[in-house]
Every structure is written in structure tokens, then in C-alpha cells.
């Protein structure tokens, strides 16, 4: 389960980022709340989100095209040192009493910039660091480090949130980017896995989108996680109405609900890097079962039964994710993975400016329980749609039967249904 803790450039790494995502996660409750809080709105909430990703859905290809043509260490540093300032410059603002909402949205649009490098660069630099032979466990390891810290962020958030105010949340963030930084500067490079940069020139955008127009896993994958990203993963908005609107329970229960979403992650990608391969039909079983879980979690008439369900529905978010992201990068050419990968985010996190908005407006006009069912509705009918036509593409059909007394419903070659049909 940890065999890529190994490599020392990846433990380095990897303890980075534990900090830095415990920041992270620290900011992002505080932000939304902070934004809740100066505006009461579930849209402006919405917006902010919007902000922080737009930049994503505009420049995330350009974004790839350069992490494929710079050396992705040296990249990282530029992007996190960055993100640190933007967050010491909020925190600045939040600690003496003058920050504004468009403050918020500013820095949210900041950090959105930085990423349309740094999230390919620092996708693409994992298989630099652990090789080929580790990348599926190193890939859900990330994530399973990006869920531990979002098990203490929240909770650490919501502390300070209540005890002495948002500036601090956004102060820490800003600090915890040493971490990452340090790591960056320690690591060997003679003990990278080197991959040809590629030279500048004219058409390579056009050549990285027409290399998974030609790749149908690649190309129905990233559509799967298109559609969960823009409607199913709009969590910002839906739990910080859920505990403000419907259960009144104030910034604890919002930080309750994301811990307990992200113990469901953590499992899920630990779960993953035990598994060791990327399969289709774990991804898509998964995708039904978390938008299925959105539909229950949005009738859930208790603050309890709500929180529970964050647990599952956390662990089928992750287990899509890790599968599609292992997929995705796993199937890719190593000098074309930085425009792959920058498609990839920017489809997953770039749809988050066209679903954030959406879901804050059918929150507020029609209220967060008919926002949450809507989210889950479109992810889990995605998901059946493109089973139903991976299955066709590929010459399947559905059996339903039994095998040693328990029912079993798969997919198999239609010549292999032919035979099966009369024992069904």
C-alpha cells in the first residue's frame, strides 16, 4: 500500500504536501465562510468557487503545453511560492479588518492562475519521481495525503473560525507553502526519472487534443469527470447552505461535514493504492453509487443521518477520481502527459465556474436540497450513459445470473452472452 514511500524524492514530496494541503483545506473552509459571512449568499459563495477555477476552463490547455516544455521541479517552486504569497496577503487583510468580499474573489481568481500550471506540473512530476513500475500507488497515495489533511483542515478551520477568526486559517496556508518549498529543494536530481522536455513549436495543442481524440479511454474518462466535477463535486456551496440554512448549526457542523466526507476519501484512496489497477467498471460503479448517495443525502432530514452519509459518498468521490486520474496518466505518453493531464484538470476543476453558479442559484431560488439531488441526478445518469456506450463500443452486453447462489450482474462479449442465455 505505501511501496512508493520508498523513493526519497517522493517521501520529500510527500511530506510537503502533507502541510501544504493541511493549509489548504484550512483556507478553502475559511474562505467560503468568510464569503458567507460578508454576503449571506450561497451564490456569492458559488462565485467565489467560479473564480477560483475559471482560470482552469480558460488557460488550463496553454497550461499543459508549458509544464510540457518547462522542468516541472523548478516550475513548482515559481507556482508555490506563489499561492504563499497570496495567502499571507489575504491573511494580512482578514487580520486588520479590511478585507472585502472582491478581496476574497481576488485571491481566489490568484490561486486559480497559479494552478493552471502547478496542478499539471505537479501531476506530471510524480511519475518523474517513482518511475513507471510506482506511479498507480503513488497517484493514490497523493490523494490519499490530499484526504488525511483534509480530515485535520476542517476541523483546525473551524477551531480558529470560532476561536480567533478567519485570518489565521488564511495566515497558516500562507506559511505551510515551506514545507512543499524545502522538499522541492532537497530532492536529487540525478535520482528523477528524466523525460524529454519538448521543444517549443507551433501545433502542439492541437497535437495534445488530437492524441485523446485517437484514445477513447482516455476521451470517455475525462468526459465521466467532466460531468461529476461541474455538478456532483460542488461541495463548497451545497454543505455550507446544508449547516447555515437547513440544520442551523453554524461553522462546526459545515467543518464536521467536510472531516467526515474526507474520512470516506481517505478511504477510498487508500482502498485504491491497494488495489494497484485502474479499471473501468470500478470507476463507473463508483460514479452511480455517488450520485445515487447525493440523491439520499438531499431527503436526509436529520443533521445526523446527513453527516453519515458524507462518509460513502466521500469514498465513491475518491475511488472515481483516483481511478480516472491512474487511467488517465497511466495511459498516456510520458512526453505528452503535461497537455493530457492539464485537459484532464481543467475539464474536472474548469467545470467548477459553470457548476458553481448553477448550484448556487438553484440553492437559493429552489433551496440546497433540490441543488444536491440535481448534482447527484446528472452525475449518476452520466455515468450509466457512458457505461451503456463503452459497453456497446466494445462489443458487451449485460448478463444477469447467478453464481454460487448470489446474484451477479455484468457485462460480457455478446458471443460469451449467447452462451451464457440458456443457463440464465
Same mark, same amino acid.
Given at each position: 500500500?505505501?511501496?512508493?514511500?520508498?523513493?526519497?524524492?517522493?517521501?520529500?514530496?510527500?511530506?510537503?504536501?502533507?502541510?501544504?494541503?493541511?493549509?489548504?483545506?484550512?483556507?478553502?473552509?475559511?474562505?467560503?465562510?468568510?464569503?458567507?459571512?460578508?454576503?449571506?449568499?450561497?451564490?456569492?459563495?458559488?462565485?467565489?468557487?467560479?473564480?477560483?477555477?475559471?482560470?482552469?476552463?480558460?488557460?488550463?490547455?496553454?497550461?499543459?503545453?508549458?509544464?510540457?516544455?518547462?522542468?516541472?521541479?523548478?516550475?513548482?517552486?515559481?507556482?508555490?511560492?506563489?499561492?504563499?504569497?497570496?495567502?499571507?496577503?489575504?491573511?494580512?487583510?482578514?487580520?486588520?479588518?479590511?478585507?472585502?468580499?472582491?478581496?476574497?474573489?481576488?485571491?481566489?481568481?490568484?490561486?486559480?492562475?497559479?494552478?493552471?500550471?502547478?496542478?499539471?506540473?505537479?501531476?506530471?512530476?510524480?511519475?518523474?519521481?517513482?518511475?513507471?513500475?510506482?506511479?498507480?500507488?503513488?497517484?493514490?497515495?497523493?490523494?490519499?495525503?490530499?484526504?488525511?489533511?483534509?480530515?485535520?483542515?476542517?476541523?483546525?478551520?473551524?477551531?480558529?473560525?470560532?476561536?480567533?477568526?478567519?485570518?489565521?486559517?488564511?495566515?497558516?496556508?500562507?506559511?505551510?507553502?515551506?514545507?512543499?518549498?524545502?522538499?522541492?529543494?532537497?530532492?536529487?536530481?540525478?535520482?528523477?526519472?528524466?523525460?524529454?522536455?519538448?521543444?517549443?513549436?507551433?501545433?502542439?495543442?492541437?497535437?495534445?487534443?488530437?492524441?485523446?481524440?485517437?484514445?477513447?479511454?482516455?476521451?470517455?474518462?475525462?468526459?465521466?469527470?467532466?460531468?461529476?466535477?461541474?455538478?456532483?463535486?460542488?461541495?463548497?456551496?451545497?454543505?455550507?447552505?446544508?449547516?447555515?440554512?437547513?440544520?442551523?448549526?453554524?461553522?462546526?457542523?459545515?467543518?464536521?461535514?467536510?472531516?467526515?466526507?474526507?474520512?470516506?476519501?481517505?478511504?477510498?484512496?487508500?482502498?485504491?493504492?491497494?488495489?494497484?489497477?485502474?479499471?473501468?467498471? /470500478?470507476?463507473?460503479?463508483?460514479?452511480?453509487?455517488?450520485?445515487?448517495?447525493?440523491?439520499?443525502?438531499?431527503?436526509?432530514?436529520?443533521?445526523?443521518?446527513?453527516?453519515?452519509?458524507?462518509?460513502?459518498?466521500?469514498?465513491?468521490?475518491?475511488?472515481?477520481?483516483?481511478?480516472?486520474?491512474?487511467? /488517465?496518466?497511466?495511459?498516456?505518453?510520458?512526453?505528452?502527459?503535461?497537455?493530457?493531464?492539464?485537459?484532464?484538470?481543467?475539464?474536472?476543476?474548469?467545470?467548477?465556474?459553470?457548476?458553481?453558479?448553477?448550484?448556487?442559484?438553484?440553492?437559493?431560488?429552489?433551496?440546497?436540497?433540490?441543488?444536491?439531488?440535481?448534482?447527484?441526478?446528472?452525475?449518476?445518469?452520466?455515468?450509466?450513459?457512458?457505461?451503456?456506450?463503452?459497453?456497446?463500443?466494445?462489443?458487451?452486453?449485460?448478463?444477469?445470473?447467478?453464481?454460487?447462489?448470489?446474484?451477479?450482474?455484468?457485462?460480457?462479449?455478446?458471443?460469451?452472452?449467447?452462451?451464457?442465455?440458456?443457463?440464465?
Amino acid at each position: 500500500m505505501f511501496s512508493s514511500l520508498k523513493v526519497r524524492n517522493y517521501r520529500l514530496f510527500f511530506a510537503g504536501q502533507v502541510v501544504s494541503n493541511i493549509g489548504t483545506w484550512m483556507q478553502r473552509i475559511a474562505q467560503d465562510w468568510l464569503v458567507l459571512s460578508l454576503t449571506g449568499s450561497a451564490t456569492a459563495v458559488g462565485v467565489t468557487t467560479a473564480l477560483q477555477f475559471l482560470p482552469m476552463l480558460l488557460f488550463g490547455l496553454y497550461g499543459g503545453v508549458l509544464v510540457d516544455r518547462l522542468n516541472k521541479r523548478r516550475a513548482l517552486l515559481v507556482t508555490q511560492t506563489s499561492m504563499a504569497l497570496t495567502g499571507i496577503a489575504l491573511a494580512l487583510l482578514t487580520l486588520s479588518g479590511h478585507v472585502q468580499v472582491w478581496h476574497v474573489y481576488l485571491a481566489a481568481f490568484a490561486v486559480g492562475l497559479a494552478t493552471v500550471v502547478d496542478n499539471p506540473a505537479r501531476q506530471s512530476f510524480v511519475s518523474e519521481m517513482v518511475g513507471p513500475d510506482q506511479l498507480q500507488n503513488a497517484v493514490s497515495l497523493n490523494s490519499a495525503n490530499f484526504q488525511s489533511a483534509r480530515l485535520v483542515g476542517p476541523a483546525v478551520a473551524g477551531l480558529m473560525i470560532t476561536g480567533v477568526g478567519t485570518g489565521w486559517a488564511f495566515l497558516f496556508n500562507g506559511l505551510s507553502f515551506v514545507a512543499p518549498l524545502v522538499g522541492l529543494l532537497l530532492m536529487r536530481a540525478r535520482d528523477l526519472h528524466v523525460v524529454r522536455r519538448t521543444p517549443k513549436g507551433k501545433g502542439q495543442l492541437r497535437e495534445g487534443l488530437r492524441y485523446v481524440a485517437g484514445r477513447p479511454d482516455l476521451t470517455w474518462t475525462i468526459i465521466l469527470v467532466g460531468f461529476i466535477g461541474t455538478f456532483g463535486f460542488n461541495f463548497p456551496v451545497y454543505l455550507s447552505a446544508f449547516a447555515d440554512d437547513v440544520f442551523h448549526a453554524g461553522a462546526g457542523s459545515y467543518s464536521l461535514f467536510n472531516t467526515l466526507m474526507a474520512a470516506g476519501s481517505l478511504a477510498g484512496a487508500l482502498l485504491a493504492a491497494r488495489r494497484g489497477t485502474a479499471k473501468m467498471r /470500478v470507476m463507473l460503479a463508483a460514479a452511480v453509487a455517488f450520485g445515487g448517495l447525493e440523491l439520499v443525502a438531499a431527503t436526509a432530514p436529520s443533521l445526523w443521518l446527513f453527516s453519515l452519509l458524507m462518509v460513502p459518498i466521500g469514498m465513491f468521490g475518491m475511488t472515481v477520481n483516483v481511478t480516472a486520474n491512474t487511467t /488517465v496518466q497511466m495511459g498516456t505518453d510520458p512526453a505528452m502527459r503535461g497537455r493530457v493531464m492539464a485537459l484532464y484538470m481543467m475539464v474536472f476543476m474548469g467545470g467548477s465556474p459553470i457548476g458553481a453558479p448553477i448550484a448556487g442559484w438553484i440553492t437559493d431560488t429552489y433551496g440546497v436540497r433540490a441543488g444536491l439531488a440535481v448534482g447527484g441526478a446528472i452525475a449518476a445518469a452520466a455515468a450509466i450513459v457512458i457505461g451503456l456506450v463503452l459497453a456497446r463500443a466494445g462489443n458487451l452486453r449485460l448478463s444477469v445470473g447467478w453464481h454460487g447462489g448470489h446474484p451477479r450482474v455484468r457485462f460480457v462479449p455478446r458471443e460469451q452472452q449467447e452462451e451464457l442465455a440458456p443457463a440464465v
